[in-house]
C-alpha cells in the first residue's frame, strides 16, 4: 500500500522559514511520479502551491513564486517544500499529493501556522 506522510509544519513569525517533507513509502515508482503540495487554509477550500513531475519541472502558484522551493529526492523516495519569507496568508493545513497512473494519493495534512 502506497502513503506519503507529510512533517516540517510549525508556528513560525512573518518572514521565517519552513521546510516541508513528504516521505512515501510503498510499491511505487517514486521517481516516475508527480508530487504536489496543496494547502487548506482555515474557512476555504484546499488549493494548489507546487508541484514536481518526474523529469523535475516545477510549478508554483504565483503567490508562492520566488519565496517557495519544491525539490526531490529519488533515492530516500522524498519531497521538500522549502518556504521562505513567510507570510500570514501561507498559514494552514499542507498536504502532499501523489500520483503515478491510477494512483493518486493524499497525506494527512500538516500544520504551518505564520503569526503576523
Known amino acids: 500500500q502506497v502513503r506519503v506522510v507529510e512533517s516540517g509544519g510549525g508556528l513560525v513569525q512573518t518572514g521565517e522559514s519552513l521546510r516541508l517533507s513528504c516521505a512515501a513509502s510503498g510499491s511505487v515508482i517514486f521517481s516516475n511520479s508527480a508530487v504536489g503540495w496543496h494547502r487548506r487554509a482555515p474557512g476555504k477550500q484546499r488549493d494548489f502551491v507546487a508541484s514536481i513531475i518526474s523529469g523535475g519541472n516545477t510549478n508554483y502558484v504565483d503567490s508562492v513564486k520566488g519565496r517557495f522551493t519544491i525539490s526531490r529526492d529519488n533515492a530516500n523516495k522524498t519531497v521538500y517544500l522549502q518556504m521562505n519569507n513567510l507570510k500570514p496568508e501561507d498559514s494552514g493545513v499542507y498536504y502532499c499529493?501523489?500520483?503515478?497512473?491510477?494512483?493518486?494519493?493524499w497525506g494527512q495534512g500538516t500544520q504551518v501556522t505564520v503569526s503576523s
Open positions: 499529493n501523489l500520483r503515478l497512473g491510477p494512483t493518486n494519493i
